[in-house]
């Protein structure tokens, strides 16, 4: 009979002993890692690696670039360096005065200068002879090696041996200049009055 008793104390004992472990620990660990469990999975955010594409700045529309693919008489799609062209569009017109720097009159090397400060951020001299100077490392006769934005040098009075003139090499046979008395044009380098006073071009974009 004491058998039995001690038995059931013991029992007694170890079932509390239990209940207070059990209740002694902190349980809200555990709740917080089932409620974590239980939460519905989101989807990780793709993260687009791709290279942005960047937009390409239109100088030109396409009635302006019709216009000057006529001019030049060249397919629309193989009109080359749209920024030249979108800057001298609003220059037609200027007439041209000795020493003139503005749209109000302009010299051919002002032109020319101001030309190739805004198209290729490149500072030329003032004069025409200047820039002739400057570029004779770069410098070649033959015309068919011409290449847009190329110099293109003339001396107008063949007893002067001075470079009295210049302009800028556009496409097919063309070139750009103020030249004298009709101001800014678009003119045509094969023609017999430039070629008899055409003396040398140069690539100064390569120096």
């Known amino acids: 009979m004491k058998l039995?008793?001690?038995?059931?104390?013991?029992?007694?004992?170890?079932?509390?002993?239990?209940?207070?472990?059990?209740?002694?620990?902190?349980?809200?660990?555990?709740?917080?890692?089932?409620?974590?469990?239980?939460?519905?999975k989101t989807k990780e955010k793709v993260v687009d690696e791709q290279p942005k594409k960047v937009a390409?700045?239109?100088?030109?529309?396409y009635e302006e670039k019709e216009s000057f693919a006529k001019a030049l008489n060249i397919p629309v799609e193989d009109l080359?360096?749209?920024?030249?062209?979108?800057?001298?569009?609003?220059?037609?017109?200027?007439?041209y005065l000795w020493g003139g720097t503005t749209k109000r009159g302009v010299d051919?090397?002002?032109?020319?200068?101001?030309?190739?400060?805004?198209?290729?951020?490149?500072?030329?001299?003032?004069?025409?002879?200047?820039?002739?100077?400057?570029?004779?490392?770069?410098?070649?006769?033959n015309q068919n090696g011409l290449k847009n934005g190329d110099l293109i040098f003339f001396r107008l009075?063949?007893?002067?041996?001075v470079?009295?003139?210049v302009g800028i090499y556009l496409q097919n046979g063309m070139f750009l200049g103020s030249n004298s008395p009709r101001g800014v044009e678009i003119a045509n380098l094969n023609d017999?009055?430039?070629?008899?006073?055409?003396?040398?071009s140069a690539r100064a974009l390569l120096k």
Not at 80 to 95: A, Q, S, V
Not at 122 to 138: C, G, I, M, W
Not at 192 to 200: G, L, N, P, R, T
């Open 108 to 141: 051919c090397s002002a032109f020319v200068q101001h030309v190739y400060n805004v198209v290729y951020n490149k500072e030329l001299p003032r004069t025409s002879q200047q820039q002739f100077d400057a570029n004779l490392d770069v410098s070649f006769k």
């Open 192 to 200: 017999a009055y430039w070629q008899d006073k055409y003396v040398s």
């Open 157 to 161: 009075r063949h007893k002067e041996k």
């Open 80 to 95: 080359e360096n749209e920024k030249l062209y979108g800057t001298i569009k609003d220059w037609f017109g200027t007439p």
């Open 163 to 165: 470079i009295s003139h």
């Open 4 to 40: 039995k008793l001690l038995f059931l104390i013991l029992i007694v004992q170890l079932t509390s002993c239990g209940k207070n472990t059990y209740n002694s620990v902190d349980q809200s660990y555990y709740k917080k890692q089932i409620a974590e469990a239980h939460k519905p």
């Open 56 to 61: 390409t700045t239109k100088y030109l529309t």
